[in-house]
Structure formats: structure tokens, C-alpha cells
């Protein structure tokens, strides 16, 4: 069955990095857009970034534009975030999701398979 599994969260001082990674499997990886949602303390769940399945478009929030790069390694079956230059307000649960088909969207209602999350604190 498919398995998205996150890993890489953590607390981090204002202005630091973290590196996410979801590690896929079950189902052709190559083949689908993926994608990184967040759901921060009392809000909605949201996205953050997008990329196709073979990396050659990428899609983000505007709230994270200049700051995180989202990559993937379609030979491992990994997706991954890089967080620079992080705020209080990136703290969130953070979800890897799996896009239902090629098409790059930003809803969620277009992502399949979901991750359990993993956590981001920014504070200082």
C-alpha cells in the first residue's frame, strides 16, 4: 500500500534551516506529482510547495517563496524540503502528500495519500 513517511523536522532558531524528507512507497513514485502541506497551531491545513513528477515544474505558497526549495529524487523514491531563513510562522505540522496525477495543483482535494507529518518549531 502507498506509505508516505516524513522525517527531518525539529526546533530551530529564527533565521535557521531544516531539511525534509519524505520517503515513498507502494505505488510508482515517478509517475506523480507530490507536494508539501502544513497545518500551523489553530489554522488550516495549507500548501506549501508542488513539483511534478519529473522535477521540471515547481509550484509555491507565496509565504515561503525565496526561502524553501522543495527537490525530489525520483531513483530513491524521496521528496524533499529545504527550510532557510525560517519565521515563528512556519511553525506547523508538515504533510507530504501524493498528487493523484500529473497535473500540479495546489488543492488539496488533488492529493491522494498522505503523510502522518512531522513537526517544525521556529522559536527562539
Known amino acids: 500500500q502507498v506509505q508516505l513517511v516524513e522525517s527531518g523536522g525539529g526546533l530551530a532558531h529564527p533565521g535557521g534551516s531544516l531539511r525534509l524528507s519524505c520517503a515513498a512507497s507502494?505505488?510508482?513514485?515517478?509517475?506523480?506529482?507530490m507536494g508539501w502541506f502544513r497545518q500551523g497551531p489553530e489554522k488550516d491545513r495549507e500548501f506549501v510547495a508542488g513539483?511534478?513528477?519529473?522535477?521540471?515544474?515547481?509550484d509555491y505558497a507565496d509565504s515561503v517563496k525565496g526561502r524553501f526549495t522543495i527537490s525530489r529524487d525520483n531513483a530513491k523514491n524521496t521528496l524533499n524540503l529545504q527550510m532557510n531563513s525560517l519565521k515563528p510562522e512556519d511553525t506547523a505540522l508538515y504533510h507530504c502528500?501524493?498528487?493523484?496525477?500529473?497535473?500540479?495543483?495546489?488543492?488539496?482535494?488533488?492529493?491522494?495519500?498522505w503523510g502522518q507529518g512531522t513537526q517544525v518549531t521556529i522559536s527562539s
Open positions: 502528500a501524493k498528487g493523484e496525477s500529473v497535473i500540479m495543483s495546489q488543492a488539496q482535494s488533488d492529493y491522494d495519500y
Open positions: 507502494g505505488f510508482t513514485f515517478e509517475s506523480f506529482t
Open positions: 513539483i511534478s513528477y519529473l522535477g521540471g515544474r515547481i
